[in-house]
């Protein structure tokens, strides 16, 4: 009477009465072997939920086992075939489909990739020194990108022109008819690319067409483009813009507008002061003959930063030898040898400025080269002064005052000794 059983309805309902046997049984081997309890008959169960267990033979199939049916894997394959989960055992692969080289697609491909390799050799001739090839390469680059442009036409939408391959061709072709002399091509090539609506950047190419007309002393021109090229460049780039502001106030320079010169240097060095631009600057008050003025662009070209770094990093701090011949290799590489570049420039413009406003700052020659001496002392460039001395010294003597010339050596031999 298991319906009124109570521990074995219990038991039935617990997950220990679902639990198959330990070991796996095929039906029709063996008997049934038969469950009971202490209080009633025993009773076959073939499984607690009715189903046949794994690995269990049924229809002449075993039961696959569920945690590595989705691999693929079955008793019966691999009694058949070895195990081959790459299928190495196919062979190799079949070969590509060679590509068909006669669509228009791979035509116009092939074309444009022509185009750009005689971009490429004529950048690269341009840098050699061949001018005359550069500029061949450059016209049959332009040559072959205008039946690009047809057959694209014919082929495809209008849409689907590669700009930046057509822009590339005209720039390269305008720069090499520039290099070559050849300023009317050149200046004809660039007015091609700025009208040109669809180049969203061109504008920028006006400073390439002032720089022309600059060559060609067409001052007013230039200085008209340079504004153009200026008012086309955001203020983001403010390098940039600094450059075309110093060829503005060069060009007036060359044309004798020192007000509007004067102008321009001013703003770069109220922005980022440089040492052309405030050479420039004095020599701008000299032409108008401001005295003041002079000596604050004096004061200014001399704290005008250079960008290099102090040489005492070229000292070495310790006895290592590794150290050492790292210093000794840096002291001779291309930065230091553009830094010592950097920094003759500048004591050329000092010097240069010194013997220039000297004579006309002050009363009298002698007075103006001290102040400009004194200004120099207390800069970055203090070990100019001597130099300063020397020079003034050499003045003295070519306007034959020996008295202030010897007066002049003696303060430096006197300044010797209190340094040895």
């Known amino acids: 009477d298991l319906d009124n059983d109570t521990a074995f309805q219990q038991a039935v309902k617990t997950s220990h009465g679902r639990r198959p046997p330990i070991t796996a049984r095929v039906p029709g081997t063996a008997a049934a072997r038969p469950l009971g309890t202490g209080f009633g008959p025993r009773v076959n169960l073939s499984s607690s939920m009715g189903r046949p267990m794994t690995g269990a033979v049924q229809d002449g199939a075993a039961r696959p086992m569920t945690a590595v049916r989705a691999a693929g894997f079955t008793k019966a394959a691999f009694r058949g075939s070895p195990f081959d989960p790459l299928a190495q055992s196919r062979g190799p692969a079949p070969p590509l489909e060679a590509k068909n080289e006669d669509t228009p697609e791979e035509k116009i491909r092939q074309l444009e990739k022509k185009v750009n390799e005689l971009i490429e050799e004529s950048c690269i001739a341009n840098s050699n020194g061949d001018l005359k090839q550069a500029l061949e390469k450059a016209k049959e680059a332009g040559r072959k990108e205008r039946v690009l442009v047809r057959q694209r036409e014919q082929i495809l ?185 950097r920094k003759a420039l500048a004591e050329k413009y000092i010097m240069t400025a010194a013997k220039l406003i000297a004579p006309v700052i002050e009363t009298s020659f002698d007075v103006g080269y001290d102040w400009c001496v004194e200004v120099v002392k207390t800069s970055q460039y203090v070990e100019l002064a001597n130099d300063l001395e020397i020079n003034k010294a050499i003045t003295f003597l070519k306007q034959k005052n020996f008295t202030q010339v010897y007066s002049v050596y003696c303060f430096q031999f006197f300044l010797c000794d209190l340094l040895i």
Request: some cysteine.
């Open 157 to 341: 939408s209008p849409e689907n022109i590669n700009l930046d391959l057509t822009y590339s061709v005209l720039l390269n072709l305008a720069t090499q008819y520039s290099a070559n002399e050849m300023y009317a091509e050149a200046l004809n090539t660039y007015q091609v690319i700025v009208k040109n609506k669809m180049f969203s950047h061109a504008g920028r190419l006006k400073v390439n067409m002032a720089n022309i007309y600059l060559k060609q002393k067409n001052y007013s021109k230039a200085i008209k483009f340079y504004r153009m090229a200026l008012d086309q460049i955001p203020g983001a780039h403010k390098e940039m813009r600094i450059k075309i502001m110093q060829n503005i106030g060069v060009t007036f320079v060359k044309t004798g507008q020192y007000a509007d010169a004067i102008n321009s240097f001013e703003h770069i060095m109220s922005e980022s002061p440089n040492l052309k631009a405030g050479f420039n600057l004095i020599l701008c008050y000299f032409a108008v003959g401001d005295r003041d003025k002079m000596k604050k662009a004096f004061q200014k070209l001399i704290s005008a930063p250079l960008g290099i770094d102090d040489d005492d990093k070229y000292i070495s701090p310790s006895d290592d030898p590794h150290t050492n011949l790292l210093i000794e290799a840096i002291k001779n590489d291309s930065l230091h040898q553009l830094e010592r570049e």
